[in-house]
C-alpha cells in the first residue's frame, strides 16, 4: 500500500471534501495532517476567538478521523518544511491539499510544489473553497468582473460541481509522530469570549439542517435585524470547511423547490450571499493590492484625519453611539457581528470618526470567528466607499436613523449595553442633546453625526478631485 498525504487547511470535514475525497479513491494509506502557525504573541490578523473555534474544530476532526480509522497528525512550523519531513518520514509519495484563495496561502503552495518536486514528491491541488475559483467566472473579453451584478449572472450560469460523499473509511495509519491538540496557551493568547459557537463538522451540519428547515425561508424580511436569529450564522463553518459552499448551494435550491414564491425568493437571496463571497474572493485574486490599497485609485493617499482616541472608543463599544457599540460588545463577547451591524460600524468608524478603514479591517481579523481576508476586506472598503462595487462615498448610514429601522424596540441595544435597559426606546433611536448622557453610566456621543457627515463629503471630493 502506497501513502500519501492530505493536508487539512481550510476544508476541516470528511463529507464533500475534493481533496480529501481523491485522496481516498486509489486505495493509498492516507496521512492527515492539520500544520499549525508558530507565533507566541498576538497576532495582526487573529485572535482568540477564531483560534479557539479553531481549536475546537480540530478537536472535532480527530475524533471524526478516528471513528473511520485514522487520526489527525499535529505539526507546526513552516508548512513546507513540515509536510516534506513528514513525507520522508512516512514514505509518502503525493501531497493532497485543497487551494487556498489568499495571497499567503498561494504563495505556501507554490514553495510546496517547487520543494516537493525536488524531493519526488508529486503536489496534486484541487478547487474546493469556493464554488467557482480564480478566474471562471469572467467578464465577455476574458477579464474579471469588478461590478457584482454581471459577475453573479455570470456565476448563475456556469454548470455547479457535484455535492462528494463522506469519506467512510480509511486504512490506520503507522505509529507518526504529533504534537497533541492545542488550546490558547499555545499561542499565549488571552481566554475567549464566552459566546461562542462550538466547532467542528457535527455542529456545522446541525446549523446548517436548522437553518435551512427553520429560517431561510423567512431570511429576506429576519436578515437585517440584529435582535433576530435570522442570519444563516454559517459564516465561521464556510471559513474553517467545516461545511462545503457546493453543499450549502444545493441544500438551498433544493429547498427552493420546495418553497412557496416568498420562501424562494428568502433563499435566493441567502444564495446571493454565497455569490458575494465568491465575488470578494475573485477580486483577492485577481487584484492582491487591495489588502493593502484601495481598489478605486482615485481614493488612494487619501487623508483620514480622525482621533486614534476615536479608534479605542470605537473598539471598546464606549462611542456614545448605543448601536455601534453594542456591535462592538457582541463582537468581543461571541466573536460574531450581524451583518447590518458590520455595514453600521465599518461606515461609523470611516465615515463619522474619519479612521482609515484598514484599522478596523484589522480589528475585525482579530476579533471574528469567520473573519475571511477576502469578504472582510471586501465588507470594509464597499463600507467605506473605497472598494469594489462599493456604497458611493457620499452613502452615509446615520446610527440614529438605522437604529430606529432596524431595531426600533432596542431589543439588541439592551441586550448588549446593561447601562441602557431602563432607557425608553424612543430614546435610543435620536441623539441625545449636546454633551448629555442617555444614561449616568454611559458615555455621551463622542462626535456630531451631521457635522462629521459633512466633514466625510469633504475629505472625499477633495480626494476625487486630485
Not at 351 to 372: A, P, S, T, V, Y
Request: aromatic share 10%.
Amino acid at each position: 500500500m502506497h501513502t500519501v498525504i492530505h493536508w487539512f487547511r481550510r476544508d476541516l470535514r470528511l463529507t464533500d471534501n475534493t481533496a480529501l475525497h481523491a485522496a481516498s479513491q486509489g486505495g493509498a494509506r492516507v496521512i492527515p495532517v492539520f500544520i499549525l502557525s508558530k507565533w507566541t504573541t498576538s497576532h495582526a490578523w487573529t485572535g482568540a476567538n477564531r483560534q479557539s473555534f479553531l481549536c475546537d474544530c480540530l478537536r472535532s476532526l480527530d475524533a471524526n478521523l478516528r471513528a473511520i480509522g485514522a487520526r489527525l497528525i499535529l505539526r507546526e512550523g513552516d508548512a513546507v518544511e513540515e509536510l516534506c519531513r513528514l513525507a520522508k518520514e512516512t514514505a509518502a509519495t503525493e501531497i493532497f491539499f485543497n487551494r487556498d484563495p489568499d495571497p499567503w496561502g498561494r504563495s505556501v503552495e507554490e514553495r510546496l510544489t517547487k520543494a516537493a518536486a525536488q524531493e519526488g514528491l508529486h503536489c496534486r491541488a484541487f478547487k474546493d473553497v469556493a464554488i467557482h475559483e480564480r478566474q471562471e467566472v469572467l467578464t465577455g473579453a476574458g477579464e474579471p468582473f469588478r461590478v457584482f451584478t454581471p459577475y453573479s449572472r455570470a456565476w448563475a450560469k456556469l454548470s455547479k460541481p457535484p455535492v462528494l460523499p463522506a469519506v467512510k473509511t480509511l486504512p490506520a495509519i503507522p505509529e507518526t509522530a504529533s504534537l497533541e491538540l492545542p488550546d490558547l496557551s499555545r499561542w499565549n493568547l488571552p481566554p475567549a469570549g464566552g459566546g461562542l459557537l462550538p466547532g467542528g463538522e457535527k455542529a456545522a451540519r446541525e446549523r446548517l439542517k436548522d437553518f435551512v428547515a427553520r429560517r431561510s425561508l423567512h431570511y429576506a424580511d429576519t436578515r437585517d435585524l440584529p435582535s433576530v436569529p435570522g442570519t444563516s450564522r454559517l459564516s465561521q463553518d464556510l471559513r474553517f470547511g467545516l461545511l462545503s459552499p457546493r453543499e450549502v448551494h444545493r441544500k438551498c435550491l433544493d429547498a427552493a423547490d420546495q418553497a412557496d414564491a416568498t420562501g424562494r425568493g428568502s433563499l435566493m437571496k441567502f444564495i446571493a450571499e454565497i455569490v458575494w463571497r465568491e465575488f470578494y474572493m475573485q477580486i483577492l485574486w485577481n487584484f492582491p493590492s487591495v489588502l493593502e490599497l484601495e481598489f478605486n485609485p482615485k481614493f488612494r493617499g487619501m487623508t483620514w484625519p480622525g482621533d486614534l482616541r476615536g479608534l479605542d472608543a470605537w473598539a471598546h463599544g464606549e462611542t456614545g453611539f448605543p448601536i455601534v457599540d453594542a456591535a462592538m460588545r457582541e463582537l468581543r463577547e461571541t466573536g460574531f457581528m450581524h451583518n447590518r451591524c458590520r455595514m453600521i460600524t465599518a461606515m461609523f468608524l470611516t465615515k463619522d470618526l474619519h479612521l482609515d478603514w484598514r484599522l478596523g479591517e484589522r480589528h475585525f481579523m482579530q476579533f471574528l470567528m469567520d473573519g475571511e481576508i477576502a469578504s472582510n476586506n471586501g465588507g470594509w472598503q464597499w463600507s467605506a466607499g473605497t472598494g469594489a462595487d462599493a456604497a458611493p462615498y457620499f452613502r452615509i448610514q446615520n446610527p440614529w436613523s438605522q437604529t430606529l429601522r432596524y431595531d426600533p424596540d432596542a431589543a439588541y441595544i439592551k441586550k448588549w449595553i446593561p447601562a441602557l435597559r431602563d432607557v425608553p426606546a424612543k430614546r435610543l433611536c435620536e441623539p441625545p442633546a449636546p454633551g448629555t448622557r442617555l444614561a449616568r453610566d454611559y458615555p455621551p456621543p463622542i462626535v456630531d453625526h451631521a457635522a462629521s457627515r459633512d466633514l466625510t463629503l469633504a475629505l472625499f471630493k477633495s480626494a476625487g478631485s486630485r
